[in-house]
C-alpha cells in the first residue's frame, strides 16, 4: 500500500511538473493537474495541500538532486542538465589562459541554460520566488553553489598573478553578468529563446574582452577583436 502510495505521489508530481512547463506557474492550476491525472481533485489534495506546496516539492528535489550545479532548475525530465552544467564548470581546470579558459565557460553557459526549457523554468522560479522560502532555497541550492566554484577560480588565478588581485566573489558575479548581459531579458521576455553557437561566441568574445580589461594584470590584457552586436529578431 505504502508503494501505491508513493507511485502515486511520483505520479502526480510528474504530471505537474509537464503542466507548469506548458503553462507556467501562474496559470497552472490544481484543476488541470487532476484533469490530466484522470482523478479527482480531493485525491490531489491528499497528497499537496495547495499548488504552491506542489511547485515548491519540485523545486526542492531539483536544488537537492542538482546542488553541485550551476543554477539548478527543474530538470527531473531531462538529466542531461546536471552533465552539462559539470561539464561547464569543468571547463574553468583548465589551462592557464585564462581568457581562453573564460570563453570557453562562458559559450558552455549559455548553451547549456539560454534553451527555452531552461527559460521556462526560470520564469517559474521567479514566480514561485514570492514565498521568499521557496527564493532562498533555490538561490543557496544553485546560483550561489555555482558562483563559489567560479569563486574558486578567479581566486587561483589572482594568486598566480593572471588577473589583478581583487574580490574573487565579486569578479565571478561581473563575469556572470557579462555573459548574460546582452541576452538574459531576450530569453526571459521569451524575444530570442534560442541562440545560435556562433551569437552564444560572439556574446562571450565581448563579455570576455571588457573583462579582462577590467581585471588584466598590470601589464595589460591581450587584444581581442570585437564581434559584432546580437540583433533582437
Known amino acids: 500500500m505504502k508503494k501505491m502510495t508513493e507511485t502515486r505521489r511520483e505520479a502526480i508530481l510528474a504530471v505537474a511538473k509537464a503542466v507548469f512547463e506548458e503553462v507556467g506557474f501562474e496559470h497552472a492550476t490544481m484543476s488541470e493537474i487532476s484533469t490530466r491525472m484522470g ?12 499548488k504552491e506546496a506542489l511547485f515548491q516539492e519540485l523545486l526542492r528535489r531539483s536544488a537537492n538532486e542538482h546542488s553541485g550545479s550551476l543554477f539548478a532548475l527543474l530538470d527531473r525530465c531531462a538529466p542531461s542538465l546536471e552533465a552539462r552544467a559539470s561539464e561547464a564548470l569543468a571547463v574553468l581546470e583548465k ?33 514561485a520566488a514570492a514565498d521568499s522560502a521557496v527564493g532562498r532555497m533555490f538561490y543557496e541550492n544553485g546560483p550561489a553553489k555555482g558562483l563559489e566554484h567560479v569563486q574558486r577560480y578567479f581566486e587561483r588565478v589572482m594568486q598566480a598573478g593572471h588577473l589583478r588581485a581583487a574580490d574573487a566573489r565579486v569578479a565571478a558575479a561581473q563575469f556572470r553578468a557579462l555573459v548574460e548581459a546582452e541576452v ?12 545560435s553557437d556562433e551569437e552564444i561566441r560572439a556574446v562571450v568574445v565581448r563579455a570576455v574582452d571588457v573583462f579582462m580589461r577590467a581585471y588584466a594584470p598590470a601589464s595589460g590584457a591581450r587584444s581581442r577583436r570585437a564581434a559584432p552586436t546580437l540583433p533582437a529578431r
Request: aromatic residues 12%; glycine residues 8%; proline residues 4%.
Open 39 to 50: 482523478g479527482s481533485k480531493a485525491t490531489l489534495y491528499r497528497y499537496f495541500e495547495s
Open 95 to 127: 589551462g592557464e589562459d585564462v581568457a581562453a579558459t573564460l570563453q570557453e565557460f562562458g559559450e558552455q553557459l549559455l548553451k547549456t541554460f539560454h534553451t527555452p526549457q531552461r527559460l521556462i523554468a526560470w520564469r517559474m522560479v521567479i514566480a
Open 184 to 195: 538574459a531579458e531576450l530569453g526571459l521576455f521569451n524575444v530570442r529563446p534560442t541562440l
